[in-house]
């Protein structure tokens, strides 16, 4: 098939790139054996690796100017693509900050950003609790919102709700629904043990993490603030189709970025696995 | 792996011929990782949530995923890797079934290089099959150590612990992932190891599943590299 000879003509292109490197690296590493022994290959080994993940840092800072320009062009106003924001496709959004740059001071400026550009429901994660324990500072230090109950409707409404979550909602909280889960089995009286029989269904697995308190809304959006794009732990059962965008340090946060991750948000289609 | 049909539209190609590339582009990723060291490789072959496309989509899936399993059993014979398929295996048909449990039996012996092919997954449906066989386990220890239906015995009563759960997943059988690449330029996780991937390096790639090489994955394992001390620190404080 036509399909067939390009994939395995470009394999073979591949492998044949991929044993020329390996080839060239084992004649330079056997040349300097024979010159110096294992000592000089590792350390000359080490020097490459290093120089090539300089180069990689200096790639991406180069790359962190030319988003901050950006970004600063787009809060100026100056890029018409992201004048019009369709807001309204963002019913819940929810924010993972790395818990080591928890600065309340970011938080409540980021939250200030978002409010201003008409976000109403918003999920605020870091992995320690950080944010959890400082809420209630951060509900008086910004007085557009007010927290989040567990069985809120996601209404337009003039306040932002605010929602403050951490490890402990997601992974323990399945563990906590599980027993809630194996109470009903036991009372039921059911003595199945049969391998292969379904016991619960995926909505029943849900009202139980209602019941203990960690299934709150699938947030639409997830932004990461932190080094890496990781989602740290954010509960499992409510990210499924959640659209995850990395945004970079806290610390260095940009109003242009934000919009721009937005926009990019409201442009995407998803199958849902059609 | 997104992008197979994507790929072919773009390519011209006839319906379903984007899964034939993809299904090579899988092979030869398996291959690259083999050859970078790297011992674990996972890929989401077939969601639960896939059965919703046409039926003559899914039986072309099928009928590669068994292609598959033919060219991983003739590769077990004169390589030592280990191939697990993680999922919901009732829903396959009696046929294919057999035959991953038979590849899975042959190669369970290896695992130095290890190569897991999710069907018929979904991290939910992961978590609930989890739960179940948890109160199972629970269930016959709870009978084992005799009636406690008395509320005052509350303290004896078997109690399902967060390790219950995670070694009843059917992605138990390998660590957490350190990378997980997503292509096709696509930002979520589609209900795949949203559970395992907790500290690890979400990668999204613009390019398409079948057109993806070496050098994405050379790329992907050095932005991996940058981030490597954040990563471990945070396993560690797991």
């Given at each position: 098939m036509k399909s067939q000879k390009w994939g395995s003509s470009k394999m073979e292109s591949e492998r044949r790139v991929l044993s020329?490197?390996?080839?060239?690296?084992?004649?330079?590493?056997?040349?300097?054996?024979?010159?110096?022994?294992?000592?000089?290959?590792?350390?000359?080994?080490?020097?490459?690796?290093?120089?090539?993940?300089?180069?990689?840092?200096?790639?991406?800072?180069?790359?962190?100017?030319?988003?901050?320009?950006?970004?600063?062009?787009?809060?100026?106003?100056?890029?018409?693509?992201?004048?019009?924001?369709?807001?309204?496709?963002?019913?819940?959004?929810?924010?993972?900050?790395?818990?080591?740059?928890?600065?309340?001071?970011?938080?409540?400026?980021?939250?200030?950003?978002?409010?201003?550009?008409?976000?109403?429901?918003?999920?605020?994660?870091?992995?320690?609790?950080?944010?959890?324990?400082?809420?209630?500072?951060?509900?008086?230090?910004?007085?557009?919102?007010?927290?989040?109950?567990?069985?809120?409707?996601?209404?337009?409404?003039?306040?932002?709700?605010?929602?403050?979550?951490?490890?402990?909602?997601?992974?323990?909280?399945?563990?906590?629904?599980?027993?809630?889960?194996?109470?009903?089995?036991?009372?039921?009286?059911?003595?199945?043990?049969?391998?292969?029989?379904?016991?619960?269904?995926?909505?029943?697995?849900?009202?139980?993490?209602?019941?203990?308190?960690?299934?709150?809304?699938?947030?639409?959006?997830?932004?990461?603030?932190?080094?890496?794009?990781?989602?740290?732990?954010?509960?499992?059962?409510?990210?499924?189709?959640?659209?995850?965008?990395?945004?970079?340090?806290?610390?260095?946060?940009?109003?242009?970025?934000?919009?721009?991750?937005?926009?990019?948000?409201?442009?995407?289609?998803?199958?849902?696995?059609? | 792996m997104d992008g197979n049909r994507r790929y072919a539209k773009r390519k011209l190609l006839e319906e379903g011929a984007g899964h034939d590339v993809g299904a090579m582009a899988l092979l030869n990723m398996i291959i690259y990782c083999h050859e970078?060291?790297?011992?674990?490789i996972?890929a989401y072959a077939?969601?639960?949530?896939?059965?919703?496309?046409?039926?003559?989509e899914?039986?072309k899936i099928?009928d590669l995923l068994k292609e598959c399993m033919t060219v991983l059993?003739k590769i077990?014979?004169?390589?030592?890797?280990?191939?697990?398929?993680?999922?919901?295996?009732?829903?396959?048909?009696?046929?294919?079934?057999?035959?991953?449990?038979?590849?899975?039996?042959?190669?369970?012996?290896?695992?130095?290089?290890?190569v897991?092919i999710?069907?018929?997954?979904?991290?939910?449906?992961?978590?609930?099959?989890?739960?179940?066989?948890?109160?199972?386990?629970?269930?016959?220890?709870?009978?084992?150590?005799?009636?406690?239906?008395?509320?005052?015995?509350?303290?004896?009563?078997?109690?399902?612990?967060?390790?219950?759960?995670?070694?009843?997943?059917?992605?138990?059988?390998?660590?957490?992932?350190?990378?997980?690449i997503?292509t096709s330029?696509?930002?979520?996780?589609?209900?795949?190891?949203?559970?395992?991937?907790?500290?690890?390096?979400?990668?999204?790639l613009s390019t398409d599943w079948p057109e993806i090489g070496v050098w994405h994955l050379v790329?992907?394992?050095?932005?991996?590299?940058?981030?490597?001390?954040?990563?471990?620190?945070?396993?560690?404080?797991?």
């Amino acid at each position: 098939m036509k399909s067939q000879k390009w994939g395995s003509s470009k394999m073979e292109s591949e492998r044949r790139v991929l044993s020329f490197f390996i080839f060239k690296w084992a004649s330079c590493h056997d040349a300097l054996l024979l010159i110096g022994g294992d000592m000089i290959v590792n350390i000359l080994l080490r020097l490459t690796w290093h120089l090539l993940h300089v180069t990689i840092h200096l790639f991406y800072f180069a790359i962190n100017i030319a988003n901050a320009l950006e970004s600063h062009l787009i809060s100026k106003g100056l890029l018409r693509r992201y004048k019009s924001l369709h807001i309204s496709k963002l019913q819940y959004l929810a924010i993972v900050i790395e818990s080591e740059d928890c600065q309340t001071s970011n938080v409540i400026e980021l939250l200030q950003w978002l409010a201003d550009l008409g976000v109403k429901h918003v999920c605020l994660y870091d992995k320690e609790g950080i944010l959890k324990k400082s809420k209630d500072f951060i509900l008086e230090k910004f007085d557009g919102a007010t927290l989040f109950q567990e069985n809120d409707v996601l209404l337009d409404q003039s306040l932002m709700t605010l929602e403050f979550a951490s490890f402990s909602d997601g992974k323990e909280a399945v563990a906590k629904a599980a027993n809630v889960l194996f109470m009903k089995y036991l009372k039921s009286g059911s003595t199945s043990s049969y391998q292969g029989e379904q016991i619960f269904t995926e909505s029943q697995m849900g009202e139980a993490l209602k019941t203990v308190g960690g299934n709150g809304p699938e947030p639409d959006l997830l932004l990461v603030y932190g080094p890496a794009r990781c989602h740290l732990g954010f509960p499992a059962w409510r990210i499924r189709y959640t659209e995850i965008q990395h945004m970079g340090p806290l610390k260095s946060m940009k109003y242009g970025s934000l919009i721009k991750a937005i926009y990019k948000f409201t442009m995407v289609q998803q199958n849902y696995g059609k | 792996m997104d992008g197979n049909r994507r790929y072919a539209k773009r390519k011209l190609l006839e319906e379903g011929a984007g899964h034939d590339v993809g299904a090579m582009a899988l092979l030869n990723m398996i291959i690259y990782c083999h050859e970078l060291g790297v011992k674990y490789i996972t890929a989401y072959a077939f969601a639960i949530d896939n059965f919703r496309r046409k039926p003559s989509e899914v039986q072309k899936i099928m009928d590669l995923l068994k292609e598959c399993m033919t060219v991983l059993a003739k590769i077990a014979k004169h390589h030592p890797i280990k191939v697990n398929f993680a999922g919901n295996l009732e829903l396959l048909n009696t046929e294919l079934r057999d035959e991953a449990r038979n590849l899975m039996g042959a190669t369970a012996k290896y695992s130095k290089f290890v190569v897991t092919i999710c069907v018929c997954y979904c991290c939910t449906d992961d978590i609930v099959h989890s739960v179940e066989e948890s109160c199972r386990e629970k269930h016959y220890y709870h009978c084992y150590i005799g009636d406690s239906h008395d509320d005052d015995k509350d303290d004896e009563r078997p109690i399902i612990k967060l390790v219950d759960i995670e070694k009843n997943m059917y992605m138990a059988v390998i660590p957490d992932p350190d990378i997980l690449i997503r292509t096709s330029d696509e930002h979520r996780l589609s209900n795949f190891l949203q559970w395992q991937t907790c500290h690890s390096l979400l990668a999204s790639l613009s390019t398409d599943w079948p057109e993806i090489g070496v050098w994405h994955l050379v790329k992907v394992v050095l932005d991996f590299q940058q981030n490597y001390d954040y990563f471990v620190r945070k396993r560690s404080l797991a």
